[in-house]
């Protein structure tokens, strides 16, 4: 058996063990500090340190490693200090996998007319009481720092479609000298993360122990209390991610790629993408962009797609996805099955007794009908939002595990291999 053990230099704590290659896809295990993730995967989508409607135990047993949280909701809301206050994202939501946060960066330009970009950053008011906010690259990291997720992304442009050349470019520099002022402050300021402090359990209540440390885990445990994370390397800390810009254009893509990794970064994403071109370009920039990153580290393809999308991308050679889709459209009762889209609101299913997947194993679909998930679904029952998201994840996930095996099985060493 071959195993290509390629690491990247100590002290950063993430790395990329590749275990097969097909092509220019590749499957391996992703080390962070909460633990590994196998590779291609798949992020849910928690935006608001939760992923709507499926508890931790139900996204732990559905196989989730990693999950994706935004920078922007958890910096208006609970708001930076009472998450780092609580000993990071890991143990406020009492999650011991790795997350993923993304800079803030995409929400904020989403904001449109709520928003003024400067070489200083942005300015922009909260979508949700109108205040008034500015984030720079360095303050991006300082929030990122203090919800302690595994990987941290840089702040960067996401460069408006369509774009001409010039703007393109004038985005993507911005970009770059801001993945520069990401990294310095990070490097500084890395040893912040607020794994090791300590953390406060309970509140001021009478009786009340004020401060215990993590290393009281076990006893915290038995006592009922929220589970804590401990990273499962003390010495490891989190991983900076640069984003590659330039727009639809390929050799701004090239550009990018190459100043970005000329900065220096443990993984790389491509960011800019599925903001409103045709899926044949977004093929194209993927393919073109991916060329020029190195094939040690890994590769995040930022904000896509359908499972087909994600299947294709994932064969491509990327290595890590997150999309809103199969969460948000499992809210809006549409589902992801071997037979193609459902609309479960359809009448058609009212009498349908049949699983909502026959080629399904999920929860879901081993146990209710179409017609009880048309049913909750009409009649707004809040199962229905939490049967649907559980089926679409569970759906997107056996996504990358068949590619996964498909890698693998491709592999010329595939016996020795474990099998997923
Ligand atoms: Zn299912």
Redesign the pocket.
Known sequence: MIYLWLEYNPPVPLRLQIEATRGSARTGKLITPHGEVETPVFMPVGTLASVKGVSQDVLEELGVEILLANTYHLYLRPGVETVRQMGGLHRFMSWERAILTDSGGFQVFSLNELRKVSEEGVAFRSHLDGSPHFLSPEKAMEIQIGLGADVIMAFDECTEYPAETHRARASMELTLRWAERCKSYFEEHRHEVPWGRKVHVGTAAPGCPGERNLADVAELRSAGQPRVAVPTRPEATQALFGIVQGGMDRGLRRESAERTIDIGFPGYAIGGLSVGEPRAVTREIVESTLEHLPSNQPRYLMGVGTPEEIAQYAQLGVDMMDCVLPTRAARHGLLFTSEGKISIKQARYAQDESA??PA?D?R??RRYSRAYLRHLYASNELLAQVLNTV?NL??YLATMRTVRAWVRAGCVTAPGVSRA
């Open positions: 909502l997947d399904c999920c879901v679909c089926h569970y759906y």
